[in-house]
Antibody, heavy 122, light 108 residues
Framework: EVQLVESGGGLVQPGGSLRLSCEAS????????MNWVRQAPGKGLEWISH????????YYTDSVKGRFTISRDNAKNSLFLQMNSLRAEDTAVYYC???????????????WGQGTLVSVSS | EIVLTQSPATLSVSPGEGATLSCRAN??????LAWYQQKPGQAPRLLIY???TRATGIPARFSGSGSGTDFTLTITSLQSEDFAVYFC??????????FGQGTKVEIK
């Protein structure tokens, strides 16, 4: 069974940093592209970052470019999101999500973690 | 950036009735559209991809159609567990992968 478990969320002050982790199990993690998607309280879904199975390339939504960094450790079946210079508008539940298809980037997301809440407030 | 517009924002339906949800893209995305279901406090669940292919384990009462810019998710004979928020997502033009704003299907 595919499992994705996020951790690392919490309360942080504006301008602060957090590192989110997503531990994968039940599938060949190193063969799949991965994504981070967030959802602000009561709002819709927003894709924020993508990383290929090998670690490059990576993509980011404009609002987090230069502040967030996605990475992965295939030996440890783990995905990461380093978040710096956090703002109030970054407050959201952050999900890691697996790409459905292994052989193309033209793919939806077929497995999601339960999410981890990041709250940015003074 | 591809913008997806879902309608209606809220759909009130009685159990056992059908529901039709719409998703429109601001330019052609071929058939690279997915639908997700999200219940309160839960992660999204993939229902449909390729506009019309049901994901593993999804009941046949869920069906998707459309191509290009106009897409539809149809749920026949709604069950209690189907009351949720539904999002469409395009994965044809990236980055960014984009989602619609969601349609809430509520009990009438």
């Amino acid at each position: 069974e595919v499992q994705l478990v996020e951790s690392g969320g919490g309360l942080v002050q504006p301008g602060g940093s957090l590192r989110l982790s997503c531990e994968a199990s039940g599938f060949a993690f190193s063969s799949y592209d991965m994504n981070w998607v967030r959802q602000a309280p009561g709002k819709g879904l927003e894709w924020i970052s993508h990383i290929s199975s090998t670690g490059t390339p990576m993509y980011y939504t404009d609002s987090v470019k230069g502040r967030f960094t996605i990475s992965r450790d295939n030996a440890k079946n783990s995905l990461f999101l380093q978040m710096n210079s956090l703002r109030a508008e970054d407050t959201a539940v952050y999900y890691c999500a697996r790409a459905r298809f292994r052989t193309t980037i033209v793919t939806p997301f077929d497995s999601w973690g339960q999410g981890t809440l990041v709250s940015v407030s003074s | 950036e591809i913008v997806l517009t879902q309608s209606p924002a809220t759909l009130s339906v009685s159990p056992g009735e059908g529901a039709t949800l719409s998703c429109r893209a601001n330019k052609s995305i071929n058939n690279n559209l997915a639908w997700y279901q999200q219940k309160p406090g839960q992660a999204p669940r993939l229902l449909i991809y390729g506009a019309s292919t049901r994901a593993t384990g999804i009941p046949a009462r869920f069906s998707g159609s459309g191509s290009g810019t106009d897409f539809t998710l149809t749920i026949t004979s709604l069950q209690s567990e189907d009351f949720a928020v539904y999002f469409c997502q395009q994965y044809n033009n990236w980055p960014p992968w984009t989602f619609g704003q969601g349609t809430k299907v509520e009990i009438k």
